[in-house]
């Protein structure tokens, strides 16, 4: 028998009102997270990867309506009543977000940031709160926590402050962790070091995940599974291992295609053609037929469901198959 995951969504749509009428921004998003498993979900920009996370906290724009399964440990969110979504926030799901300083407010000591939603949302004594917190700063790599938790948010660096967000998502001690580009505004050496305090987090704690991002590696490194999600629409998802192996949807094949690999100085990069759409310009059929190279007349009127196709499962009608020679070398 198959466990119930932590998190199941299964035929997610959203619909939000733009320019006066409710247009869909998210088709279809099926993905499930085990219990301390990691899952990527990677796209391009306006593919819907943030809107998704935000549906799992319900956080969405005045007017949305979403349709389809979304379940916390068998439990539907869309049906919490306002209390239970309070603490469903504040205790089983925290998220990080893309752009700390967005998320912090300007005029608050990081400590009154930090110590605030423990002490009013669980009801912590304020000097545990305040242990606490230093402990967890100490743990994300702020050695000096207590002149830290004095500061205002605009005295610290970007790497700093995205530090302390994930202070605070850990001080909620959630089952489910929520990354959403945690280090899309960071240089490069501060990225890595954030995701090294985000996955050795989340493997002491034994957290579930959902990884948002842009980049295929670094999906794959980070994750168990990977979820690629393309106009509003997740088309495959894949072992984080069998990535390059086993990918059989044109898209995916597409974006491993045009990023270089380490070493490798003979593989002409290929750029995917055309433009990304968003959700709401997504046409009837798939939504990646008019940049496909293999596209077909059922491709442009049906819209495919997803289903398995070699070591994925895969929403397209001609997937691909990996000849022995692609098996091999990817073994």
């Known amino acids: ?7 199941r969504i299964n035929g997610l749509r959203l619909d939000l009102p733009l320019d006066g009428t409710l247009k869909t921004v998210v088709h279809r998003v099926d993905l499930d997270i085990p219990e301390g498993r ?31 399964e979304l379940l916390f440990a068998g439990e ?5 009543t306002r209390e239970r979504l309070r603490g469903f926030r504040a205790s089983d799901v925290a998220m990080v977000f893309q752009d700390p300083r967005a998320h912090v407010n300007p005029a608050r000591s990081v400590g009154d940031f930090l110590v ?28 000096d926590a207590e002149r830290r938790m004095r500061q205002r ?17 850990l001080a909620a001690e959630p089952r489910l962790l929520l990354a959403d580009e945690p280090t899309t505004a960071l240089d490069v050496t501060t990225q890595e070091e954030v995701m090294a305090i985000i996955g050795e987090a989340r493997e002491a704690r034994g957290l579930a995940m959902l990884f948002i991002t842009h980049d295929l590696e670094l999906a794959a490194a980070v994750c ?15 072992s984080a291992t069998g990535l390059r192996g086993h990918a059989a949807h044109p898209y995916t094949r597409a974006l ?5 690999a380490v070493g490798d100085t003979r593989t002409e990069l290929r750029a995917v053609a055309g433009r990304p759409l968003s ?34 499962t895969v929403a397209c009608h001609f997937p691909h198959t990996p000849t022995s020679e692609e098996a091999a070398r990817h073994a």
């Open 224 to 238: 168990d599974r990977v979820m690629v999600m393309y106009a509003g629409t997740t088309v495959e998802e894949v």
């Open 38 to 68: 990691a899952v990527a979900l990677v796209g391009e920009s306006g593919s819907g990867k943030s809107l998704t996370a935000r549906s799992i906290l319900r956080l969405l724009p005045k007017g949305a309506r979403t349709s389809g």
């Open 76 to 80: 539907s969110v869309p049906d919490m």
């Open 116 to 143: 605030e939603g423990l002490t009013t949302a669980r009801g912590v004594p304020v000097a545990e709160a305040v242990t606490r917190v230093v402990r967890i700063l100490r743990e994300v790599g702020i050695g």
């Open 256 to 260: 491993l295609a045009s990023r270089p």
């Open 153 to 169: 948010p605009h005295e610290l660096s970007g790497g700093l402050l995205q530090r302390v967000m994930i202070a605070a998502a």
């Open 279 to 312: 959700g709401f310009e997504a046409p009837t059929g798939c939504a990646f037929s008019d940049r496909c190279p293999g596209v077909r007349d059922r491709c442009r009127g049906e819209r495919p469901a997803p289903r398995p196709a070699g070591g994925s």
């Open 1 to 7: 028998m198959t466990s119930t995951p932590l998190l």
